[in-house]
């Protein structure tokens, strides 16, 4: 049973100790793969609503490829992945879309496209024969372009932007589906750690606004610092969910990463903060007189 379920609730349940709550997204018994690789098997979580659930753990252990197949991006080899307690892969895609909207981990800019026009491809999932470009649409966009601070570049190239404002970009157009929740994988990818932390609290005012939020990331001390939920994966298997101040401790991350350290509290935030073990005192140490 994966650290921080309490006792008699389902092994892949990312279950809580402050009591019920509800999830609109989940996901059961899933075998995970790409062509003969299998990547997970009988995976399963539960998206707490109203939470920002993080996903941590190495490099190649499942984490994207959790968030592909609750994205509805990736077909589980089996299991089934639920959203409103329906299989996800029977739900018109517009109606996914208008209920869960996803930032890839490496957008692909059309050449040449203005902010604004890039943030209005959001709205595609209510756009159809019958109904084309809106009032509310526009409002939807203009929203959404200043929730992220990005209003005043609506008429700039997307190309032309830093890198930093192009993420903020691409999360404006997931704003503007207007969809409750939200996947997020690595969204602090290629950013300095400046833009990074700018990301991360837009992405924590946005959770204290209602929405739900899933993001894969790969920095433990943020992870802890942001998730109200974190579910920790190694080789295909959640090894650990829960609060981070729950869960996170130094053997934790030492049996999920290989890392030996300390877990201090973060005197800013109050957060698990993450020590990792000098191995050239320990070398020296070890070094004969």
């Given at each position: 049973m994966p650290r921080g379920t309490p006792a008699g609730s389902p092994a892949t349940a990312g279950h809580s100790t402050e009591g019920t709550w509800m999830s609109r997204l989940r996901a059961t018994d899933l075998t995970l793969a790409y062509e003969q690789r299998v990547v997970a098997e009988h995976l399963g979580v539960e998206i707490i609503d109203g939470s920002f659930t993080v996903i941590?753990?190495?490099?190649?252990?499942?984490k994207s490829t959790l968030l592909r197949a609750l994205a509805r991006l990736l077909k589980p080899r089996t299991g089934v992945v639920y959203l409103d307690d329906e299989p996800i892969g029977g739900l018109p895609a517009k109606q996914v879309a208008r209920r869960l909207g996803l930032l890839p981990q490496t957008p692909i800019t059309p050449e040449g496209i203005t902010v604004a026009d890039l943030v209005g491809r959001g709205r595609y999932p209510y756009q159809g024969l019958l109904r084309q470009w809106s009032r509310e649409d526009e409002r939807a966009v203009t929203a959404a372009m200043e929730a992220v601070g990005v209003a005043e570049l609506a008429d700039r190239p997307v190309d032309e932007l830093s890198g930093g404002q192009r993420q903020r970009v691409w999360l404006a157009l997931v704003l503007a589906q207007e969809t409750p929740i939200l996947l997020l994988d690595e969204p602090t990818t290629y950013l300095d750690i400046a833009h990074q932390i700018e990301v991360l609290d837009l992405c924590?005012?946005?959770?204290?606004?209602?929405?739900?939020?899933?993001?894969?990331?790969?920095?433990?001390?943020?992870?802890?610092?942001?998730?109200?939920?974190?579910?920790?994966?190694?080789?295909?298997?959640?090894?650990?969910?829960?609060?981070?101040?729950?869960?996170?401790?130094?053997?934790?991350v030492e049996e999920v990463f290989g890392l030996p350290c300390q877990v201090i509290t973060c005197p800013e935030a109050g957060t698990p903060l993450v020590i990792p073990a000098d191995r050239r005192r320990s070398l020296a140490v070890a070094e004969p007189a």
């Open positions: 941590v753990g190495p490099n190649a252990c499942g924590a005012r946005l959770h204290q606004e209602g929405r739900t939020l899933v993001a894969v990331l790969h920095d433990l001390n943020q992870a802890c610092r942001y998730a109200t939920h974190l579910i920790a994966m190694r080789d295909g298997k959640v090894i650990a969910q829960g609060a981070p101040g729950e869960i996170v401790t130094a053997e934790l």
